[in-house]
């Protein structure tokens, strides 16, 4: 008999201790359940509290028993709303940076919603996802609607408040349907959504097709869902027009990004999941114009997928100005070229890469050109904004090695001789002097490099090579005869 009763106090002890948690069926009673065994459900006979509110029940505009849905041009409203809900805020609709400005950065939250409140509006979210359903807006009228749930079921854990009224007096917005779940005793808000998703009854409220938006209240281990819809639920969506980017195979989720939606209850919010989102491959570097679409309503953000995470480099020219891709020198091995002297000044350069003959130049972290072999060279200049490198200009180097055919040539006193018929290795490369070392055996044409034999000795002609920035020489012996 003691070991019976002790047996009888402990079972009824850990119901007690037990989280429960309780909801509104959609659209029949209310259930009760104990989560310490999630295989027993128990649903009254009698019918209780509906989430779906009768329209026959809702006040018009003037507080009377009549119904008045309203249009989209007149937006139902009550009393206890009308400073919320005026004229003025349904119509305003700001523009540009004032519309901007109502939405929060990347990985910050709107105000209302701690770190809790945010995380399970996005485990609400994943749920409607895998059951089909379009994601819930977090509304600030909600949130702090279910603030108070949540603090009246301390007192009476019950969708009667404490005053005998049912919940739904508590929703001081006008909806078309609307619904709660409360739970108590949950150490997280996972734990709690982990058991309403195993109640038929709350379940049903979390996924059902036609709520558009949520209000969440955490008061301690006491939690509240409470579920709306506007009468005008067309909507259009905004996020802020930043440049974003992920690393290849990253999520589009970890950027934070905060969705605003306007429909008839005004601006709400969400967090953007990959699952909205359409138009990428997160596995293909580029840059990309992602769809989000939510509940038929569309908008796009540019996106980059970087193999690195931080930038990317795009190389093909703008259309706009096909002829940067040309010419810009040509250079004897040994010069060098300054980026000044190469680069148009109406370029933002940002970054340079040598996308052709590495082999032939030294490409400085400055951009300066070293010319090291004869060939070609292709540099890219880029300019940056935010996380794309763009090219900008391209420029094609060509680099000669001039050299003499002979060490040395023979002539005699009278005679001359065109000193660039014995020079090689130039086809576009133009010498910009001639010098004699001894002018009273051999003389040069300064300009033209005629060689003409004064008397018997030897000479030293050289050729150079001055592009403004480093002069080479290249030099022939010249052996006078009588």
């Known amino acids: 008999m003691r070991k019976t009763l002790l047996t009888v106090i402990t079972v009824?002890?850990?119901?007690?201790?037990?989280?429960?948690?309780y909801a509104e069926d959609l659209p029949v009673s209310v259930n009760r359940i104990s989560f310490?065994?999630?295989?027993?459900?128990?649903?009254?006979?009698?019918?209780?509290?509906?989430?779906?509110?009768?329209?026959?029940?809702?006040?018009?505009?003037?507080?009377?028993?009549?119904?008045?849905?309203?249009?989209?041009?007149?937006?139902?409203?009550?009393?206890?709303?009308?400073?919320?809900?005026?004229?003025?805020?349904?119509?305003?609709?700001?523009?540009?940076?004032?519309?901007?400005?109502?939405?929060p950065q990347d990985r910050k939250r709107p105000s209302g919603f701690t770190a809790d409140m945010w995380k399970e509006l996005r485990l609400i979210n994943a749920q409607r996802h895998k059951a089909g359903e379009e994601p819930l807006a977090g509304l600030n009228e909600l949130q702090k609607i279910a603030a108070v749930r949540a603090g009246e079921i301390k007192k009476l854990f019950s969708h009667t408040r404490p005053d005998g009224s049912d919940c739904f007096s508590a929703f001081n917005i006008p909806y078309m349907v609307?619904?709660?779940?409360?739970?108590?005793?949950?150490?997280?808000?996972?734990?709690?959504?982990?058991?309403?998703?195993?109640?038929?009854?709350?379940?049903?409220?979390?996924?059902?097709?036609?709520?558009?938006?949520?209000?969440?209240?955490?008061?301690?281990k006491h939690y509240s869902q409470n579920f709306a819809t506007p009468w005008d639920t067309s909507c259009s969506i905004f996020i802020r027009p930043d440049q974003r980017i992920i690393k290849k195979k990253g999520k589009i989720s970890s950027l934070g990004i905060v969705v605003m939606l306007k429909d008839g209850y005004g601006?709400?919010?969400?967090?953007?999941?990959d699952y909205m989102c359409t138009g990428y491959d997160n596995t293909t570097e580029g840059l990309y114009d992602v769809t989000i679409s939510i509940r038929g309503c569309t908008a796009t953000f540019p996106l980059i997928v970087s193999a690195n995470g931080k930038n990317i480099t795009i190389d093909e020219l703008p259309e706009t100005d096909?002829?940067?891709?040309?010419?810009?020198?040509?250079?004897?091995?040994?010069?060098?070229l300054s980026p000044e002297s190469y680069i148009s000044p109406s370029i933002n350069a940002a970054k340079y890469s040598i996308t052709m003959g590495k082999q032939n130049i030294t490409f400085s972290k400055k951009a300066k050109i070293t010319a090291r072999k004869a060939g070609y060279a292709i540099i890219t200049v880029y300019e940056k904004?935010?996380?794309?490198?763009?090219?900008?200009?391209?420029?094609?180097?060509?680099?000669?090695?001039?050299?003499?055919?002979?060490?040395?040539?023979?002539?005699?006193?009278?005679?001359?001789?065109?000193?660039?018929?014995?020079?090689?290795?130039?086809?576009?490369?133009?010498?910009?002097?001639?010098?004699?070392?001894?002018?009273?055996?051999?003389?040069?044409?300064?300009?033209?490099?005629?060689?003409?034999?004064?008397?018997?000795?030897?000479?030293k002609i050289t050729v150079l090579f001055d592009n403004g920035e480093k002069t080479v020489k290249r030099s022939i012996t010249v052996k006078v005869k009588n």
């Open 385 to 459: 904004e935010n996380y794309i490198y763009r090219a900008a200009s391209r420029y094609l180097i060509k680099i000669e090695n001039p050299k003499f055919k002979v060490k040395s040539l023979s002539l005699n006193a009278g005679d001359t001789e065109n000193i660039m018929s014995y020079l090689g290795g130039t086809e576009e490369l133009e010498p910009s002097s001639f010098t004699s070392s001894r002018p009273a055996v051999a003389t040069v044409d300064p300009e033209t490099g005629v060689i003409t034999g004064i008397k018997k000795g030897t000479a």
């Open 322 to 336: 096909p002829d940067k891709d040309a010419y810009t020198a040509v250079m004897a091995t040994g010069q060098t």
């Open 12 to 21: 009824l002890l850990s119901l007690l201790i037990s989280p429960i948690a």
């Open 178 to 220: 609307a619904g709660e779940n409360i739970a108590i005793g949950y150490s997280s808000v996972a734990d709690a959504m982990d058991a309403w998703m195993h109640s038929p009854g709350h379940k049903a409220n979390i996924l059902y097709h036609d709520f558009t938006h949520v209000g969440i209240g955490i008061n301690g």
């Open 267 to 273: 601006y709400s919010y969400l967090p953007l999941e």
């Open 36 to 103: 310490k065994d999630r295989a027993a459900f128990e649903e009254p006979a009698e019918a209780a509290l509906s989430c779906q509110e009768p329209e026959s029940d809702l006040p018009d505009n003037d507080g009377s028993a009549e119904n008045d849905i309203g249009s989209a041009e007149d937006v139902y409203t009550n009393p206890a709303m009308d400073e919320y809900y005026s004229t003025d805020d349904i119509a305003y609709d700001p523009t540009g940076d004032e519309l901007y400005s109502l939405i």
